[in-house]
Structure formats: structure tokens, C-alpha cells
């Protein structure tokens, strides 16, 4: 079968980057001929990738002739071929991150003009593969916008829609002016696909009229419990090592960049750590509650000592966060009083406290400026990891906090960390909610460990949380890590997802009811 994938970003680094490089695989796994669209400049060297298309001269429809270019053998019978429409340096985002050879701008600060260039250049780049490749026989749009209504004014049907979220929360609902766009494009699909029952809920109240409950079905991303695996006695550091020796050898990255140096070092200190490792994974923003592990690890230290804190990712608050970490393992409570108040001015938004910390730093637990410097120089910032290179650190960890304060569309992290054997312990809402209340009714164990409410108390109960999971013996840990392993592996494969969009773009899902 021919597939056509329209993704406008890039194929590594964040969520909905992973879903389509793992999705793509899937697909050419399945035997299937894939033709995704997107703006991974250095997708040649992705050694995954078969083919790329790209449109070298302008021409009189606006993008000129097609011209593909023949990389590598497909493993298998399917194959890949990702193709870069030009779209010139602007690229519309949800999130505004620094995105190599791009002026990465949000849609809202878009003109009109300025988005219909952008779906006009992207509809005759789909409409340039389709007549290339004879006709696809499925397709799916990712994002509520613009890829549905890119697809929908191709022509190319049938098609379906996975909705990420982030576009959802951070730019339809609260921008009402993208509402006629993502209603154009959803209209005319077979089917929409989401990770969870809030999303679900939130995109039906966002973009009502369309009967979009009857063809709404469920579409959670996938994991590589191949690469996300439990590991073996005594391989914890031997893994680790490995990838730090690689990152230390490899050559400058070019597409988001990155501090090899940063990496390797934080990399070593999580080696050598004498106690527990915990990690986060995610985006450095205010929105995935960071904050709220800096200020809970004092009080996760002080019960285990020798425990490493490994923060993976960038983002706008990683100057606010460093700030942060500075504050409390100085133990100057008034500083890091100071941050909680400003709160979101410091990853450039207005001034607006976060409540959690603010309510946290009021009154802190006896003793806790004493055990911020008891922890200093045990939280390190590792940067951007490729998914791959994050695939070998996780299951290498004792810990994974996910305590987002914004909704997800679901817990991919959470469902790799599960995967690893590693528990994730996880704010209790949204997507994230139904990955942990998966797993809390798979393997009891660890119910009273794996959710965190969110509210004033958030912090201590983060820290106590993971202090129940960490006084637990090694053995037991790896008893149930085993069973959260296999848990994952039963509910979340990339091959299932893959049969699940193909089945999307024919209008058959796994229907979502209202709660």
C-alpha cells in the first residue's frame, strides 16, 4: 500500500517528531510504501530513510518539478521516502524552540496571508507526490492544523487526522481565529485520531458541529519496547558509559544543536552515581512542571544519598530552571522565593507566579535549606539526547518524574519509562492519567507510587512518592519494574499504531466515548 504522511517539522527530538519517524518504520515494517512530508533537513542521514524528495528550482506552480533522489535499499519490501516542500525560512510552530536554517514563528503571530502562503506551498507539494507516486491509497495529517486542511485541499482521500494536542492547547483554543481552519481540514476526514479520553473531550469542545464524537477513535503513540527494555544486573553504568563515549566522539549536530561537552559531563555524573538515578525527558518549559522536581529533590536526596538528577531537554525556562537549581542547593529560600513569583517572565512570557512552588517555599519542610546544600552538585543538565540516545539512558534509570502541569495528549515518556522498567511517577491528569491508570491496574503495586495530584501540596507529595519507589530493594524494584515492562508491552507497539492509522484513513477506529 501506498501511504502518504504530511508532518511539517522534523523526524527527531520532540513528540510528534518520534511519532512519525517510529511510525514511518512501522509502516515500511509492515510492507508498505511510505511518502512522508516534512522539514528534516538532514533527513538523508537518517540511515532509515530510502529516498528524499525535494523541489531544487521555483516554478510556475510556486514550487517547480520534483525531484527525488534514490539514498539506499529498503531493508524490507516497504520503504521510505521523505520529501521537503519549500516552504521558504518561516516555519509556523506551536511552541517557539530555535530550529536550524528557520525563523521558528507561533501561527498567531501569522498573518493570514502568511499562513495561506504556507498551506498553498504544502498543498502543491502533496498534490506533486501523489501524481509522482501514481496515487496513494491512505494518508494521514498530522496536527489540527495545518496538515488536515493541507490534505484536504489536495484532494487526496482518504485520509485521517491524529491530533497531538499541543496544537489543540497552545494555539486553537486559545486562538478561536484557527478554529475555520482546523474545521476545514477535519470536516472531510475519515476519521481522528487521539491519545486519550481528554484530548478527545477537549478537541470537541474546542471545535464543535462537525459530529466529530462519531469518527473520533483512539491513537496513542507508540514504544520501541525493543530499544525501551529492562535491563540486566550490573548493565545500568556499562550503558550509560557506552553512550557517553559516543557522544564525546561524535561530530558538532547541526539540526537543533547541542553542548556535546554539557552532554558527556552530565552523562559521567550520572555514572558515577553511589545512590539512585532519577531523570526527566521533555521540554525545559514551565508547562512540564520542572520546577516542581528541582524543588522536590532536596527532600528526595536527603533519604537517598548519593541520588544523581539528570534533566534531558531544552527550552525557553532552562535559564529560569538553572536559576532555580542554583537557589535551592545554595539553600537561599529567599531566591528561590523570588523565581517562584516571577514564575513564567522567566522563559519570556508575562510575569505570573506558579503556585505550586509559591505555596511549596512559603512554608518548606524543617530542614530543608540544610538538605539543598546537602544536594548540590547532584542535579545536572544533560540538553538534547536523540531519541535513540535517550532509549539507552532511560532503562539505566531508577526514576522517571513526569510532573506536567499542562495537559498531554498522552504519556509517551512515561509509557518508554514503563517500558524500561523504570516507574514513572506522574502528574494525574490528561493523557497522562490514562497511562498511569493503565498501569496502576495492571500491576497494583505500584498505585500508591505512580500518580501525583496536582495542587499546593504537589511538591512534598512528589518527593515522598518517589521515596516510596526508591526504599524499595533493588530486587523488588526489579521485580516490578518487570511487570510495568510487560504492561507497556501489551498496550503500546509501534506495529499496532501502524495498523491503527491505516485503518484510521478508512474510517475504522476504536471509537472514543464521552465520559
Not at 501561527?107 to 495561506?116: G, H, Q
Not at 501489551?490 to 472514543?512: E, F, M, T
Request: glycine share 10%; aromatic share 6%.
Amino acid at each position: 500500500m501506498k501511504i502518504l504522511i504530511f508532518h511539517g517539522y522534523l523526524l527527531r527530538g520532540t513528540g510528534s517528531n518520534i511519532y512519525n519517524a517510529n511510525l514511518a518504520l512501522a509502516l515500511a515494517g509492515l510492507g508498505h510504501d511510505v511518502h512522508l512530508l516534512c522539514q528534516d533537513r538532514e533527513a538523508e542521514s537518517l540511515d532509515w530513510v530510502n529516498s528524499v524528495g525535494t523541489w531544487p528550482q521555483a516554478g510556475e506552480d510556486g514550487i517547480g518539478p520534483l525531484s527525488v533522489e534514490d539514498l539506499r535499499p529498503a531493508a524490507g519490501e516497504g520503504s521510505i521516502t521523505v520529501y521537503r516542500p519549500p516552504i521558504g525560512t518561516v516555519l509556523p510552530v506551536y511552541v517557539e524552540d530555535p530550529y536550524e536554517g528557520f525563523e521558528a514563528r507561533a501561527f498567531p503571530r501569522l498573518s493570514d496571508e502568511e499562513i495561506e502562503h504556507y498551506v498553498g506551498v504544502n498543498v502543491a507539494a502533496v498534490q506533486a507526490v501523489d501524481r509522482q507516486v501514481g496515487g496513494v491509497e491512505a494518508a494521514l495529517a498530522n496536527h489540527l492544523i495545518m496538515g488536515p486542511v493541507i490534505l484536504a485541499r489536495s484532494g487526496v482521500r482518504p485520509y485521517a487526522v491524529k491530533n497531538h494536542g499541543s496544537d489543540l492547547e497552545y494555539t486553537i483554543k486559545p486562538n478561536p481565529r484557527f478554529v475555520p481552519w482546523a474545521a476545514e481540514g477535519l470536516e472531510p476526514a475519515a476519521a481522528v485520531l487521539v491519545g486519550s479520553h481528554h484530548t478527545a473531550a477537549s478537541m470537541w469542545e474546542a471545535i464543535p458541529g462537525l459530529g466529530l464524537e462519531e469518527k473520533t477513535g483512539f491513537g496513542p503513540p507508540g514504544v520501541d519496547t525493543m530499544a525501551f527494555a529492562p535491563l540486566a544486573p550490573g548493565e545500568h553504568e556499562k550503558r550509560i558509559s557506552s553512550l557517553r563515549e559516543d557522544i564525546a566522539g561524535e561530530p558538532p549536530s547541526t539540526t537543533f544543536g547541542r553542548d556535546a561537552d554539557e552532554a558527556v559531563s552530565a552523562l559521567a555524573e550520572f555514572e558515577a552515581a553511589e545512590g539512585p538515578r532519577v531523570i526527566f525527558v521533555g521540554k525545559l518549559i514551565v508547562s512540564k512542571g520542572v520546577d516542581l522536581i528541582v524543588a522536590a529533590w532536596p527532600l528526595i536526596h536527603r533519604q537517598n544519598p548519593g541520588a544523581k538528577l539528570m534533566l534531558v531537554g531544552f527550552g525557553a525556562y532552562e535559564m529560569g530552571l538553572r536559576a532555580l537549581v542554583t537557589a535551592v542547593t545554595d539553600g537561599d529560600l529567599q531566591a528561590a522565593r523570588d523565581i517562584a513569583m516571577v514564575g513564567r517572565a522567566l522563559e519570556g512570557g508575562d510575569e505570573e507566579p506558579l503556585s505550586y512552588l509559591t505555596s511549596f517555599f512559603a512554608h518548606p519542610p524543617v530542614g530543608y535549606d540544610e538538605a539543598g546544600i546537602a544536594a548540590a552538585g547532584s542535579i545536572s543538565f544533560a540538553g538534547r539526547l536523540e531519541h535513540d540516545e535517550v532509549a539507552r539512558v532511560v532503562p539505566a534509570s531508577d526514576s522517571m518524574i513526569v510532573p506536567s502541569t499542562f495537559p498531554e495528549a498522552f504519556g509517551m515518556v512515561a509509557a518508554e519509562a514503563a517500558a524500561s522498567g523504570v516507574l514513572p511517577v506522574c502528574a494525574e491528569h490528561s493523557g497522562l492519567a490514562e497511562v498511569t491508570g493503565t498501569l496502576a491496574e495492571e500491576v497494583p503495586e505500584v498505585k500508591s507510587m505512580i500518580g501525583l495530584p496536582l495542587g499546593p501540596g504537589a511538591v512534598a507529595e512528589l518527593a515522598g512518592k518517589v521515596n516510596r519507589w526508591l526504599a524499595l530493594d533493588r530486587p523488588e524494584r526489579m521485580r516490578i519494574g518487570k511487570n510495568i515492562a510487560e504492561s507497556a508491552d501489551r498496550n503500546w507497539s509501534w506495529q499496532g499504531v501502524a495498523r491503527d492509522v491505516i485503518s484510521a484513513s478508512a474510517g475504522q477506529v476504536r471509537k472514543v466515548e464521552r465520559t
